[in-house]
C-alpha cells in the first residue's frame, strides 16, 4: 500500500467508530481568523487534537462559551485523519462542561498548602555583584542560549555555572529538584531556574511539589524565569523573585558592566569637579585672606589679640570675684543653719526643757503628797482610837508569859510562873504566887 491507501485506511477505521464522546481538559485553544476554533484534549497520559468547524462553532460551544484552558469538558463528534500531516483528531459539534481539571485543581490545592506553610511568603534580596550564577535548564534549550546571550551584552564571560535537567516531560521534576540541590551544595550565589515558553501541560514540571520544596530548602536566593511573561506557575510564587522570560533573569542576576563602568565614570567626574571646586574655593580664601589688613600688618594683628587677652582676663577677675562672693554667702548661710542644727544648741533647748518638766513634776509631788495627807488623816484618827496604846492610856494593862503569848486565861498559868505586864508608862514583871478563875458571866472563887 502507498501511504495514501494506509492513511485512507486508518479514516476508514476512525470512521467505523461513528460518533464517540471523549472526556479531558482542554489545552492551547485558540480561533484562527476563518473562525474555525482548535484546541487539544489531554488527560494523565495522552492528547488528542479537536476541531470545531466554523459553521458548528455556535452550536459546539453554547453550553461553555468560551473555551478556557484546563476546564474539563466532554466533546462530541467524530474521528477524522488529515492526510497531508498523517494526524487524526476529533472533529467535535458539541461540547459539555465537567468543571475545572483534575491537574488544576490538584494544583490549587498544592497551592493552598504550600502557602498555609509559609513557602510563598520569603522574599531574600539578590546580591548586587554575585561571585557565580547558578542555573538550572536544558543546555539545548532556548532559555539557555538566551540566557548566555544576555550576558554576553551585559558583562561577556561573567562567571555561571550550568547543570543540565530536562525541563519538560514525566522525570523533568525530579531533575529540576536534582539540580538545584547540587547547585546549591557547589557554592553558588544565586540560583536561575528558566525554560522557554510552550502549553501548560509542557510547562507543568514547575508546578510540582518537589520542584517548589527545593527551592524553598536552597540556601540562597532562587530567581524563576519560566516561560512567558503571562505564564505563571507553582515555582514563581515559591521563588525569591519572578522573572517574566529567561532574558529577564539573566537581567535580573548579571550586573551591567557597561552601566556599570558608566556609572563609575560619571561618578569620577562628579567627584572630579567637586574637587576642583574646593580648591578653588581654597585658592580664592587664601587670596582674599592674603588682602585683609590683618595679614598685611601683624603687628595690629597681636595688638588686637592682646586687647583680646586683656579683656578675657578682666571678665576672668571679675567672674572669679564673684564666684568667691557667692561662695562666702553660701557659706555663711550654711554656718547659721549648721549652728541652729549644733548638739549645744540641741543641748541648751534640751535643759530648757528638761526645766520646765522639773518644775512641772515638783508641783505634781507636792499635789499627790498633800492629797495623800488629807486621806490619811481621818485613818489616822481613825486608826488611834483603836490603837492598844490608847486602850493602856484609859488604865488597861496587857499580861504577856515568858514566851510572848498574852495571857488570857488564869487556868493555865501555874504558881512560880514569871509574867510581864504592859502598861501605859512601861512593863511590870512578875511571878503567880496564886491563880484564882472567874468564869464568863459570873465569880467563881
Known amino acids: 500500500m502507498s501511504v495514501s491507501q494506509l492513511t485512507a485506511r486508518i479514516n476508514t477505521a476512525l470512521k467505523g467508530f461513528?460518533?464517540?464522546?471523549?472526556?479531558?481538559?482542554?489545552?492551547?485553544?485558540?480561533?484562527?481568523?476563518?473562525?474555525?476554533?482548535?484546541?487539544?484534549?489531554?488527560?494523565?497520559?495522552?492528547?488528542?487534537?479537536?476541531?470545531?468547524?466554523?459553521?458548528?462553532?455556535?452550536?459546539?460551544?453554547?453550553?461553555?462559551?468560551?473555551?478556557?484552558?484546563?476546564?474539563?469538558?466532554?466533546?462530541?463528534?467524530?474521528?477524522?485523519?488529515?492526510?497531508?500531516?498523517?494526524?487524526?483528531?476529533?472533529?467535535?459539534?458539541?461540547?459539555?462542561?465537567?468543571?475545572?481539571?483534575?491537574?488544576?485543581a490538584d494544583l490549587e490545592r498544592l497551592k493552598v498548602q504550600l502557602r498555609e506553610e509559609g513557602l510563598m511568603d520569603r522574599r531574600r534580596p539578590l546580591p548586587r555583584f554575585p561571585a557565580r550564577v547558578g542555573v538550572v535548564t536544558s543546555r539545548d534549550a532556548d532559555a539557555w542560549r538566551d540566557f548566555l546571550r544576555t550576558r554576553s551584552?551585559?558583562?561577556?564571560?561573567?562567571?555561571?555555572?550550568?547543570?543540565?535537567?530536562?525541563?519538560?516531560?514525566?522525570?523533568?521534576?525530579?531533575?529540576?529538584?536534582a539540580a538545584i540541590r547540587r547547585l546549591d551544595e557547589s557554592g553558588v550565589d544565586v540560583v536561575v531556574v528558566c525554560r522557554g515558553g510552550g502549553?501548560?501541560?509542557?510547562?507543568?514540571?514547575?508546578?510540582?511539589?518537589?520542584?517548589?520544596?527545593?527551592?524553598?530548602?536552597?540556601?540562597?536566593?532562587?530567581?524563576?524565569?519560566?516561560?512567558?511573561?503571562?505564564?505563571?506557575?507553582?515555582?514563581?510564587?515559591?521563588?525569591?523573585?519572578?522573572?517574566?522570560?529567561?532574558?529577564?533573569?539573566?537581567?535580573?542576576?548579571?550586573?551591567?558592566?557597561?552601566?556599570?563602568?558608566?556609572?563609575?565614570?560619571?561618578?569620577?567626574?562628579y567627584l572630579g569637579d567637586a574637587l576642583e571646586r574646593a580648591v578653588e574655593g581654597r585658592a580664592d580664601r587664601f587670596a582674599r585672606a592674603a588682602r585683609t589688613l590683618r595679614l598685611r600688618t601683624p603687628a595690629r594683628l597681636v595688638e588686637e589679640r592682646g586687647a583680646r587677652v586683656e579683656a578675657l582676663a578682666r571678665r576672668g577677675r571679675s567672674a572669679s570675684i564673684s564666684l568667691i562672693q557667692e561662695s562666702a554667702t553660701r557659706l555663711e548661710r550654711l554656718a547659721a543653719r549648721l549652728e541652729r542644727q549644733s548638739p549645744m544648741a540641741r543641748v541648751v533647748r534640751a535643759e530648757g526643757q528638761v526645766g520646765g518638766a522639773t518644775s512641772r513634776l515638783v508641783a505634781a509631788m507636792g499635789a499627790l503628797v498633800a492629797a495623800a495627807d488629807r486621806r490619811l488623816a481621818p485613818a489616822g484618827r481613825a486608826l488611834e482610837a483603836v490603837s492598844p496604846l490608847a486602850v493602856l492610856e484609859r488604865g488597861y494593862s496587857i499580861t504577856r508569859r515568858a514566851d510572848g503569848r498574852v495571857v488570857e486565861d488564869p487556868s493555865e498559868l501555874g504558881e512560880g510562873e514569871e509574867l510581864t505586864t504592859i502598861v501605859a508608862r512601861g512593863e511590870i514583871d512578875s511571878t503567880v504566887g496564886a491563880v484564882r478563875s472567874r468564869e464568863r458571866g459570873g465569880e467563881d472563887g
Not at 479531558?24 to 484562527?32: A, Y
Not at 564571560?157 to 514525566?170: A, E, F, I, K, M
Request: net charge neutral; proline share 5%.
Open 18 to 104: 461513528g460518533r464517540v464522546a471523549v472526556e479531558g481538559e482542554i489545552s492551547r485553544p485558540k480561533t484562527v481568523a476563518s473562525g474555525h476554533v482548535f484546541f487539544t484534549l489531554k488527560d494523565g497520559s495522552a492528547v488528542l487534537d479537536a476541531k470545531v468547524w466554523r459553521s458548528a462553532a455556535p452550536r459546539a460551544l453554547a453550553s461553555v462559551g468560551k473555551l478556557t484552558e484546563g476546564a474539563r469538558v466532554v466533546c462530541h463528534g467524530t474521528l477524522d485523519v488529515y492526510a497531508p500531516y498523517g494526524k487524526h483528531s476529533l472533529i467535535v459539534d458539541r461540547i459539555e462542561p465537567r468543571g475545572m481539571g483534575a491537574l488544576l
Open 153 to 177: 551584552l551585559r558583562w561577556p564571560g561573567y562567571p555561571v555555572r550550568l547543570v543540565h535537567s530536562r525541563v519538560q516531560g514525566q522525570a523533568a521534576a525530579k531533575e529540576v529538584a
Open 199 to 269: 502549553a501548560i501541560e509542557d510547562l507543568w514540571c514547575f508546578n510540582e511539589e518537589a520542584v517548589a520544596r527545593a527551592i524553598w530548602a536552597c540556601s540562597v536566593p532562587v530567581v524563576t524565569g519560566v516561560g512567558h511573561e503571562t505564564d505563571t506557575t507553582l515555582v514563581d510564587l515559591v521563588a525569591d523573585h519572578r522573572a517574566h522570560t529567561p532574558t529577564d533573569a539573566a537581567q535580573t542576576v548579571l550586573p551591567d558592566r557597561a552601566a556599570l563602568l558608566e556609572a563609575i565614570e560619571r561618578q569620577g567626574a
